[in-house]
């Protein structure tokens, strides 16, 4: 069959093969039946016999059901037309798996057992072994396999994290070791019992035209990066005052090593918390607060053993839980920062800064950060690239079940970082930031330790709650401690990284890769780190 139309497009021919000119000749009568219209309506006559012979031909092949006859056919066609020829997925994964994937009244039930593939491979073959399968069996067989799978990584996962809840709860020996070689130090050699800082930059201390920084550390080791690093990346380190903060026992052996490692041109102050006279129990509440917490947590909670018991709770909420628990959260050089404005009634500003952290950069600019009349200066923790990270909002924090929290404070309203502060003293003391501190405490202890977590940023964020400038996240990045996702590019462009979190950079659990920010400010070759065998 041959279509032939006529040049002036009055006529169309069909014309059969084969030699015979058998034609059929139609004739436009009318003039204002426009030739066009009629020879696009044969085009799209002909196109649809050849999408409807397709359509019925893959309904004949797919189909499930035979159907021979005219009208089966014609209500298909007209089924798959008004659908658009979807994929039709009901059809191609049967119901009965569904059915059984969703049921969650045998979850409980499965336990291991040589039935059960243990396996992707041991299933696939298990499968391709079977005479006869059919979609129920499949679905049981998969979703045991799975079952059994995510149960066995939640109990790997709830392991890892108490092995690590252990390991940094507890001080690795060679800091031990560092600590009584200093102390020892200390009291055999006159040069390691030096005034830090030497009588004639005393003045300094108290001269709001110089950098100051807080740091609040037991730890020599971590004191002693934070430190350098401050200096090492500063452009004016004579215009830097660090003053360092430690307990009695920690008093001499940080002492010694300042001494013997002086960081000039900046200045190193070194005071412990009993050379302030009113830093002392009975006049401090948080040191009250302190003792019963723990008297408290000791009758009432089932420490790490019950958190790790807990089957019903995801990983990632006893792994927060563990981590809360941790020593440093309830030790009292994590509360000093509440007492800033009376352990420094002469200044104006200080940078606060924790001793998991590394500085890559100046930080004078932070004094120089407009702070609209509020108190604490910090990064929020709710938005970011990182969401495991900085998706940190007050219900992260607080218990909002419980009345005292849900009535006071918006659940969703965006936490900030403790680690990397600047505060306004004097805007501070116009304020009652501390004793709404002390308050809450109080309350906690009251409520049975109910209103929040462990730790010191919950009582921290209702305390500055409406007094915070929210600063560039370039200043302060969070969370090295417990993740390894963040990219090395953007780890080395922030101006402070924060190891927050378990996997202390002193520590062997530490990630490996992160770890090389902290050690290069740590000197190998000192004959205190190489004697208690501290190693890169």
């Known amino acids: 069959m041959q279509l032939h139309i006529s040049p002036s497009l009055r006529h169309v021919t069909l014309l059969q093969g084969k030699g015979v000119r058998e034609f059929i000749k139609v004739k436009v009568g009318s003039r ?41 056919k014609g209500e298909k066609l007209a089924s798959g037309v008004l659908r658009g020829r979807s994929l039709r997925l009901n059809s191609v994964v049967p119901e009965v798996i569904y059915e059984i994937l969703e049921d969650r009244s045998s979850e409980d039930e499965i336990v291991g057992g040589p039935d059960i593939p243990q396996s992707l491979e041991e299933f696939v073959n298990s499968m391709k072994g079977s005479k006869r399968i059919d979609a129920k069996t499949f679905a049981i067989k998969l979703k045991s396999m799975v079952t059994l799978l995510e149960k066995r990584t939640r109990t790997a996962k709830i392991q890892e994290y108490l092995y690590r809840h252990v390991a940094s709860s507890s001080i690795p020996k060679q800091l031990h070791c560092l600590s009584l070689r200093l102390a020892h130090e200390h009291a055999t050699n006159a040069n390691s019992r030096l005034q830090l800082p030497l009588p004639e930059l005393v003045p300094t201390l108290v001269n709001n035209s ?12 971590a004191a002693s990066v934070v430190a350098t690093s401050l200096v090492y990346n500063s452009l004016r380190p004579e215009t830097v005052v660090l ?10 052996p940080m002492q010694a090593w300042f001494s013997l490692h002086p960081l000039s041109p900046a200045v190193i102050e070194v005071k412990a918390l009993h050379h302030f006279d009113w830093f002392a129990k009975g006049k401090v509440p948080v040191l009250e607060a302190m003792e019963k917490d723990q008297k408290i947590r000791a009758q009432f909670r089932g ?73 604490n200066g910090a990064v929020e923790t709710c938005h970011g690239g990182d969401k495991f990270v900085m998706s940190k909002r007050f219900k992260s924090y607080l218990n909002f079940s419980h009345p005292l929290i849900s009535k006071n404070f918006d659940a969703n309203e965006c936490a900030w970082a403790y680690g990397m502060n600047i505060f306004d003293l004097e805007a501070w003391r116009k304020t009652n930031i501390s004793e709404n501190y002390h308050y809450w405490l109080e309350e906690n202890l009251k409520s049975d330790l109910s209103l929040w977590q462990l730790g010191t940023l919950p009582p921290g964020l209702i305390a500055f709650h409406g007094h915070v400038q929210v600063i560039d996240p370039f200043w302060h990045m969070l969370g090295l401690g417990y993740q390894e996702n963040s990219t090395m590019a953007d780890v080395e462009r922030a101006a402070v990284v924060h190891f927050n979190g378990r996997a202390k950079p002193w520590l062997d659990i530490a990630f490996p890769q992160l770890r090389k920010l902290w050690t290069k400010y740590v000197d190998f070759s000192d004959k205190f780190i190489k004697s208690c065998h501290i190693r890169p």
Do not use: W
């Open 32 to 72: 204002r039946l426009s030739y066009k219209i009629l020879f696009y309506s044969l085009l799209l006559f002909i196109f649809l016999l050849r999408f409807i012979y397709v359509l019925s031909t893959v309904d004949t092949i797919d189909d499930e059901t035979k159907c021979s006859n005219i009208g089966c």
């Open 210 to 221: 110089y950098f100051h920084f807080v740091l609040a550390s037991d730890n020599i080791l």
């Open 243 to 252: 003053h360092i903060i430690t307990d009695r026992k920690t008093f001499a």
């Open 303 to 375: 420490g790490s053993s019950a958190i790790v018991a807990n089957n019903t709770e995801k990983p990632y909420v006893i792994a927060a839980k563990l981590q809360a628990m941790s020593p440093k959260y309830n030790s009292v050089m994590n509360h000093v920062r509440i007492y800033l404005p009376q352990m420094f009634p002469s200044l104006n500003k200080v940078v606060f800064l924790d001793d998991d952290l590394v500085v890559q950069s100046d930080l004078s600019p932070l004094f120089e950060i407009e702070m609209n009349g509020k108190v």
